[in-house]
Each structure stands twice: as C-alpha cells, then as structure tokens.
Nanobody, 128 residues
Framework: QVTLVESGGGLVQPGDAQRLSCAAS????????MAWFRQALGKVREFVAG????????LYADSVKGRFTISRDNAQNTLSLQMNNLQPADTAVYYC?????????????????????WGQGTRVTVAS
C-alpha cells in the first residue's frame, strides 16, 4: 500500500515561516519526480513546487518563487516544503504528490494529471 502523509500545516500570521513534510511509504520514491500542489477554497488545484529525482532540479510557481524551497531526502523517503514570508494568498490545502508514470525519466511535470500518488493534504491558513 503506497501512502503519502503530509504534516506541518496550521494557522500562521502573515510574514511567518512554516515547513511542511511528506512521509512516503509502501515503496521507494527515489526515482520519482515529486511535487507540492495546493488548493484554495473554490479554486482548482495548482502546482506549487516540484523536484526531480536525478539531479534535484526544481521548479516553482511564480507566486512562490523566492519564498518557498522544496527538498527531498531519498534515503528517508521524505519530501519537504519550506515556506517563508507566508501571505494570506498562500492559504490552502497543500498536497504532496509523486509521479509514477514519469519515474526514471529526466522530466519534472507540473500538471495534476501527471501525478499518480497523492497525500490527503494538510491545511495552511495565513491570517492575522
């Protein structure tokens, strides 16, 4: 049984930092592209940040570039998202995702359909 479990969400104030973690189990994700997505109330799920498996290359949505940092630890099978200078617009449920169909490929997808495994999400609320 493959599972992804996010943690680290909660209520923070504008300008605060928060770190999200994703623990993967059931198989090794060492050769999987992995990513964080988020979904705000009433909006579609959107790509936030992704990290490739082979060279740890990263991609970020323009809205978070310079504030968020994605990282992975293949030995621990974990994925993290360090979020700095959080703003109310960052309020959303954050999801960890892994792409089985692109495992082993030198390609980092950003679309929701490209990801096969999803966590249950962790809510981040930014409010004063």
């Amino acid at each position: 049984q493959v599972t992804l479990v996010e943690s680290g969400g909660g209520l923070v104030q504008p300008g605060d930092a928060q770190r999200l973690s994703c623990a993967a189990s059931g198989r090794s994700f060492s050769n999987y592209p992995m990513a964080w997505f988020r979904q705000a109330l009433g909006k579609v799920r959107e790509f936030v940040a992704g990290i490739n498996w082979n060279d740890n290359s990263t991609l970020y949505a323009d809205s978070v570039k310079g504030r968020f940092t994605i990282s992975r630890d293949n030995a621990q099978n974990t994925l993290s998202l360090q979020m700095n200078n959080l703003q109310p617009a960052d309020t959303a449920v954050y999801y960890c995702a892994a792409s089985h169909r692109y495992a082993g490929y030198n390609f980092l997808p950003t679309g929701v359909p490209a990801y096969d495994y999803w966590g249950q999400g962790t809510r981040v609320t930014v409010a004063s």
